[in-house]
């Protein structure tokens, strides 16, 4: 069976994705436990990648694998409603939010900041999807990233404020020990690489499917794709982005074993309870930096510096208005040249 060119094209750029993914987030899990030394590096990384891999695996088995999930999970569940076969301007909508993805991902890695893949798709999506005369699914848009976007960072500064809290007052009283701390940071961070696998897996995930169903393929390249999206992920952590790995280690806070098993522990526990719980993709990259800003503030308000937070809180504000503003673009520029 044939594959359309521009199927073929969008397919190969969601592997590209699944591995820029697991690149840019390699910080969420390994960023703590490096600086504070709990692992070597390289150990580090290759401990995420292969609990990455495992949890890209478990992810996207543990999900009902269709077309409405795949439409619902890129924000475009709505404009698939009712339609038998869905256009080619659905395949450049997609190729948009994947492009749009890739880049914003790369952008903010090159700046050193922590920022949301799932934020940067939707917000492509949503560019795209207006200028070619789509109607995306907003309100799945809205509650899918506006709404975790708002609530999980708060909640994930709160839960590792208190973590920090209880730990301070545990080793005061000698109840626990650095060495029992180092050996927890290792298990959180692993708890989070385990989290980051099961979650974002789901994006390249969904975008092979949503282009299977609009542009027919091999069985066998479907019957792959979980597998391959996978050791993308692993092989994108095992490269580790270390630009970010410098932002959340070390310059946003002088960053100690309590506080990195502090902003683990309250990102894989937030990640969990809603990403598992609720069914709402929650941005690894955003807990884990609220984390280590409510444990070092945890600390008094001198330990965080403030310079960092405020760039790393202006990506996450720009991130939705800069990639629906690329998608777009991406968009116009696919109209006006090929005419779709």
Do not use: K
Request: aromatic share 6%; proline share 5%; glycine share 10%.
């Amino acid at each position: 069976m044939a594959v359309e060119p521009l199927a073929a094209v969008i397919t190969l750029l969601a592997v590209l994705l699944a591995y820029v993914n697991g690149f840019h987030d390699a910080s969420n899990a390994v960023s703590t436990t490096i600086t504070t030394r709990a692992l070597r590096e390289r150990t580090a990384l290759g401990m995420a990648a292969l609990l990455n891999l495992f949890g890209a695996l478990l992810g996207i088995g543990l999900v009902t694998i269709s077309s409405t999930w795949a439409f619902e999970r890129m924000g475009l569940g709505h404009i698939t409603a009712g339609v038998d076969t869905p256009g080619p301007v659905l395949l450049w909508i997609i190729l948009a939010g994947v492009l749009v993805t890739i880049l914003w991902d790369l952008i903010t890695w090159w700046m050193g900041m922590p920022s949301s893949s799932w934020h940067a798709l939707f917000a492509g999506v949503g560019g795209a999807s207006l200028v070619l005369g789509w109607d995306a699914d907003w309100p799945t848009i809205a509650r899918s990233s506006l709404l975790p976007t708002a609530f999980a960072p708060l909640l994930g500064a709160a839960a590792a404020y208190a973590t920090m809290q209880l730990i301070s007052r545990m080793l005061t009283s000698d109840r626990l020990r650095s060495g029992h701390l180092r050996f927890a940071q290792t298990v959180s961070a692993g708890l989070v690489a385990t989290a980051h696998g099961l979650q974002d897996a789901l994006i390249p995930m969904a975008v092979i499917v949503a282009v299977a169903t609009t542009s027919p393929m091999p069985g066998a390249v479907l019957a792959s794709a979980p597998y391959t999206v996978a050791i993308a992920i692993a092989l994108g952590t095992l490269m580790g982005g270390h630009r970010i790995i410098r932002t959340l280690g070390s310059r946003l806070t002088d960053l100690t074993t309590p506080q990195g098993f502090s902003a683990e522990a309250a990102t894989a526990t937030l990640m969990g309870l809603v990403s598992l719980g609720m069914g709402l993709p929650v941005s690894s990259s955003h807990s884990i930096a609220a984390g280590i800003m409510g444990a070092g503030l945890a600390r008094g308000p001198r330990a965080l510096r403030l310079p960092v937070v405020r760039r790393i809180l202006a990506v996450w504000l720009a991130t939705p208005f800069a990639c629906f503003g690329m998608g777009l673009i991406i968009a116009r520029l696919a109209q006006t040249s090929i005419g779709i």
